[in-house]
């Protein structure tokens, strides 16, 4: 009899990004022409002698490393997605995969850094039109991956009902930073063939040679920038930081405490995209079962974990 009673208490741990599969799947096709890019820089830098391409082509290697990162994070979060050992899920694994993304990312932005203080010391020649070339191919790679790559699915996919009371931090909660992290690293490199193209632009006309190494430093200081932020925010969920500006401790709090109830303890934390977990303790005159408290916050949407023990006041 007894597995009657507990088949509707027992539930999945299943915390993916409403659209886990459809990002993996985009992220393999960014590494495709990432790679194939890559290659090509680097073969056309050694041939035509331009020391700048095959450092693009390096660099963006690592970029390729890092989106190789968030690959392999998708699908070893798919594969164990019901594995008993994860026992808040996979979710946070997205996390994780961001978070070491953005450390490469900061390295990166060092290098780059680095590297343009070197040239402003010793300026180097550079072939401006075969350079000029293949920086345009570059950006374009980058921007039909940075399209491919774009976070849309807070726009199509939970739209329609929220009952929450702060819609505009809809989109942060959802937030896959696995995928933003690699859409990061796409721009990134956009970032640089833009500043790339135009100082070799400048170089040609004025002959600034040093507009190259300037402009390197200023890609730099802005990659820097979104890897700090990048950083700040994976390292929030992966400590189980309560989730800021999304009103979800509020909205848990006004269902919740009704008449002389109050809630004692509260834990929020996300455990994947869009999926949060709450470990609730309430003190009521009159307890009542913790099913009574589960069903009133069924209408939040971002609450997919709850647990409830109520004490008599």
Avoid: C
């Amino acid at each position: 009899m007894t597995t009657h009673s507990t088949a509707g208490l027992t539930h999945d741990h299943v915390f993916l990004g409403a659209d886990h599969h459809r990002n993996e799947r985009r992220i393999w096709l960014v590494i495709a022409l990432t790679a194939s890019m890559m290659v090509a820089e680097i073969l056309a830098g050694t041939v035509y002698g331009s020391m700048a391409l095959v450092a693009d082509g390096w660099h963006m290697s690592t970029h390729a490393g890092a989106m190789l990162i968030a690959a392999l994070a998708y699908s070893y979060a798919r594969r164990h997605a019901r594995d008993p050992r994860f026992t808040f899920g996979t979710g946070k694994l997205g996390d994780l995969a961001g978070f070491a993304s953005a450390i490469v990312l900061a390295l990166i932005a060092l290098l780059i850094g680095w590297e343009s203080f070197v040239r402003l010391a010793n300026p180097v020649a550079i072939s401006f039109e075969q350079a000029i070339a293949v920086a345009v191919a570059g950006l374009l790679v980058n921007l039909l991956s940075a399209w491919l790559l774009r976070d849309d699915h807070g726009h199509h996919h939970h739209g329609h009902a929220h009952s929450h009371a702060h819609p505009h931090d809809h989109d942060r909660h959802t937030r896959d930073n696995n995928l933003r992290a690699a859409y990061l690293h796409v721009l990134a490199d956009a970032l640089t063939s833009v500043l790339a193209i135009a100082a070799l632009l400048l170089g040609r006309s004025y002959g600034w040679l040093w507009a190259d190494p300037a402009m390197g430093v200023v890609g730099a200081l802005v990659i820097v920038r979104w890897s700090w932020g990048l950083i700040r925010e994976t390292g929030g969920v992966l400590i189980d930081a309560v989730p800021e500006g999304e009103g979800l401790v509020a909205d848990i709090r006004a269902a919740l405490e009704r008449g002389e109830e109050r809630i004692t303890d509260l834990h929020v934390w996300q455990v994947g995209p869009g999926h949060h977990a709450a470990i609730v303790s309430i003190a009521s005159p009159q307890p009542k079962a913790p099913s009574d408290y589960k069903a009133r916050l069924a209408h939040i949407e971002a609450l997919s974990h709850v647990t409830v023990e109520v004490q008599p006041a």
